[in-house]
């Protein structure tokens, strides 16, 4: 009988053994209605056999037999079945052969005779449930390891696919010690898969994260940042919305602009929400109080704290100026969606009272000549003005006047009466309209005025 057999076995067995009958009866007699199964052998040679057919949790042998002893048998069921419990039933007189037992078979427990039927009862129960422990913690080791496997096997596709398409971690890699920067790029990889993840419940149009790492990788190179601002800085910027992660889909899809009065709570409460769930993350501790505060304004009208000028760190508010020029861009802070150029004139706008002054003269100018337009990032968006719009084209973002009134709805394809219109609007309001319209290789539909 093998140890796995043994650990596999149901209902559990206890092996008697004694070459006297009448002792083998009222031992049966006395556990017969216990939770467990008895077998009884009359030798040593005959319990061997037993024990090599059927998985044995417990064996009690008399210690005198003739030919083999108990003694020399429990040593024998040491050797081949361990964790089979060993019990030697004794006399006064077997003192000797008791000492073998311990020394030779590692006996777990002798009783002597005449013995207490409870205290019997009693023993053999005690034994059978830390055997039954015991090999509970086995099977929960056992599991722990094929877990471990797999989860070792999933983190190795992981890598894989993630080195497969990150060349910026590879060129990080031959400017570092090799040992510090695999620890390194597995961690930071692994935070930008996760922030993709979130990133997959907005439409194409509005994911922000992969555009604001970057935009906090260049930034962070260009001013010259610490080696520990940078990684706090790219950490927040990827992971700067997870506190969004319980939304629905109606509010994680709504500009902050439009958001209800029922819907503005939650979203005061994002930065918060998304600093608590990561705090649990000690490399970056750091990181997730500036995004706990990224949402603090320059005098003091932001969430979630109030804080104003220097006691806003400045990574956060740099990370700040960061987020809104993308989300400008997505329609994720305004209904309107800005252009690159539109959203550099809103942020020196509002330089002094959302954002630190002393940043937006030094990061403005480094977006005006470095920052591409979000719709660069997309090859399937374009911005166009109303004379190079094509009929059967569809709108990608909702489309307003200069004066702020709502034109035309996203998902709108337009027609050439309807670009005529536009054209006329756009002339009589002395303006000129920026439209986002969706690109493809197939043909562009027929559209109704």
């Known amino acids: 009988m093998s140890e796995t057999a043994l650990m596999e076995a149901v209902t559990p067995?206890?092996?008697?053994?004694?070459?006297?009958?009448?002792?083998?009866?009222?031992?049966?007699?006395?556990?017969?209605?216990?939770?467990?199964?008895?077998?009884?052998?009359?030798?040593a040679e005959a319990a061997l056999e037993i024990l090599e057919q059927n998985p044995v949790e417990l064996i009690i042998s008399d210690a005198r037999m003739p030919g083999m002893d108990g003694a020399t048998l429990l040593a024998k069921v040491w050797e081949k079945w361990p964790k089979t419990i060993r019990i030697l039933l004794t006399g006064f007189a077997d003192l000797n052969t008791t000492v073998k037992a311990i020394n030779a078979g590692r006996i777990h427990r002798y009783i002597s005779k005449p013995w207490d039927d409870d205290d019997l009862k009693e023993t053999v129960r005690q034994w059978l449930q830390f055997q039954t422990a015991d090999r509970e913690r086995q099977r929960l080791e056992k599991l722990t390891e094929q877990q471990n496997l797999e989860l070792q096997k999933l983190n190795n596709q992981l890598e894989a696919r993630v080195k497969a398409r990150t060349s910026e971690l590879e060129q990080t890699a031959d400017m570092l010690d090799l040992a510090y920067i695999e620890l390194k790029r597995s961690y930071e990889t692994c935070v930008e898969v996760f922030s993709t993840l979130l990133t997959q419940r907005y439409p194409l149009t509005k994911q922000t994260n992969k555009a604001i790492i970057a935009l906090a990788r260049h930034i962070a190179e260009a001013f010259k940042l610490s080696e520990l601002d940078r990684e706090q800085l790219v950490m927040a910027a990827a992971l700067y919305n997870v506190g969004k992660v319980g939304w629905n889909d109606t509010q994680i899809h709504k500009s902050a602009e439009v958001m209800l009065k029922t819907e503005r709570p939650a979203y005061q409460k994002y930065p918060a929400q998304g600093e608590s769930l990561l705090m649990a993350l000690e490399p970056i501790q750091e990181a997730t109080k500036l995004i706990g505060l990224h949402q603090e304004r320059w005098d003091g009208s932001g969430f979630p704290g109030g804080l104003t000028h220097d006691a806003i760190p400045h990574m956060a508010r740099i990370l700040k100026i960061i987020v809104d020029f993308v989300e400008l861009q997505c329609g994720l802070l305004m209904e309107r969606v800005l252009s690159r150029d539109e959203a550099l004139v809103f942020l020196r706008k509002y330089a002094n009272r959302w954002y630190d002054p002393g940043w937006i003269e030094r990061i403005v100018p480094y977006l005006e000549r470095e920052a591409p337009d979000l719709l660069e990032l997309n090859p399937n968006l374009r911005a166009m003005t109303t004379a190079q719009v094509k009929p059967g084209m569809e709108l990608a973002h909702n489309l307003y006047a200069a004066s702020g009134i709502l034109l035309l709805n996203k998902?709108?394809?337009?027609?050439?009466p309807l670009i005529e219109k536009l054209c006329a609007y756009e002339g009589s309001e002395k303006a000129r309209y920026t439209l986002f319209v969706k690109i493809s290789e197939a043909a562009p539909r027929e559209a109704t005025s």
């Open 13 to 43: 067995r206890v092996l008697l053994v004694d070459d006297e009958v009448g002792i083998l009866n009222s031992l049966r007699r006395l556990l017969r209605h216990e939770n467990f199964e008895v077998l009884t052998a009359e030798s």
């Open 411 to 416: 998902g709108k394809l337009l027609s050439q």
